[in-house]
């Protein structure tokens, strides 16, 4: 299974992000339940995430 979890879990208290993988709390607890179409459109909106918060 593809994870973007990069083991930096920090949750930003004002986006409610983890600043490590992008991704909301919901999506980090239901990962391993998705299907591999939900994990891909996460995937796929993490890249915007990261730029639009100034993440590396």
Do not use: H, N, Y
């Amino acid at each position: 299974m593809t994870s973007p979890c990069t083991k930096v879990c920090q949750i930003d208290q004002t986006t409610r992000l983890c600043r490590g993988c992008f991704r909301s709390l919901e999506e980090i607890a239901t990962w391993g339940s998705m299907s591999e179409a939900d994990r891909a459109r996460v995937m796929a909106v993490l890249e915007d995430r990261r730029a639009s918060l100034g993440g590396e």
